[in-house]
Structure formats: C-alpha cells, structure tokens
Nanobody
Framework: QVQLVESGGGLVQAGGSLRLSCVLSGRTLNSYSMGWFRQAPGKEREFVAFNSWSGNRTSYVDSVKGRFTVTRDNAKNTAYLQMNSLKPEDTAVYSC?????????????????WGQGTQVTVSS
C-alpha cells in the first residue's frame, strides 16, 4: 500500500519558517519525481514546488521562488519543503505527491499518489 504522510505544519508568524516533511512508504522515492501543492480555503489547489527523481531539477511557482526550497533524502524515502519568510498568503493545506514529470501539463508533475496534507497557518 502506497502512503505519503506529511508533517511539520503549524501556526507561525509572518516572516517565520517551517519545514514540511513527506514520508513515503510502499514505494521507493528515487523511482518518482515529487511535488508539493497547497490549497487555501475557497481556492483551487495550486502547484508549489517540483523535484525530479534524482533531486537535480527543481521548479517553483513564482510566488514562492527565493523563499521555499524542495529537497529529498532518497535513503530516508523522505522529501522536504523548507519554507522561509512566510507570508499570510502562504496559509493553506500543503500536500505532497509523487508521480512523473509532465512537460505538456498545467503542472510539472502528473500525480500518481497524494498525501493527506498538513495545515500551515501564517499570522500577520
């Protein structure tokens, strides 16, 4: 059974930092590209960050470039999203996903599996 479990969310003041973790079980992470997505109340789910299977290629939505960093530790089957200089508009449920790159899609990742999400709340 494939399972993605996120952790590390919480309440933080604007300007603060959080690091989200995403642990994969039932598959090996180095066989997949992965991504982070977020969904704020009343809004559609939004792509945030992409990380290729090797970890050598990353991409980000413009609104988080320079503030968020996606990494992975394939030995631990875990991916991370380091979020710095957080803003109230970053408040959302953050979910990780694994899949394959998609160069003709709206988002850079065609998702095979989703995590359940972790809440991030940034207060002003």
């Amino acid at each position: 059974q494939v399972q993605l479990v996120e952790s590390g969310g919480g309440l933080v003041q604007a300007g603060g930092s959080l690091r989200l973790s995403c642990v994969l079980s039932g598959r090996t992470l180095n066989s997949y590209s992965m991504g982070w997505f977020r969904q704020a109340p009343g809004k559609e789910r939004e792509f945030v960050a992409f990380n290729s299977w090797s970890g050598n290629r990353t991409s980000y939505v413009d609104s988080v470039k320079g503030r968020f960093t996606v990494t992975r530790d394939n030995a631990k089957n875990t991916a991370y999203l380091q979020m710095n200089s957080l803003k109230p508009e970053d408040t959302a449920v953050y979910s990780c996903a694994i899949g394959v790159p998609c160069y003709s899609c709206k988002d850079p990742l065609r998702v095979d599996y989703w995590g359940q999400g972790t809440q991030v709340t940034v207060s002003s």
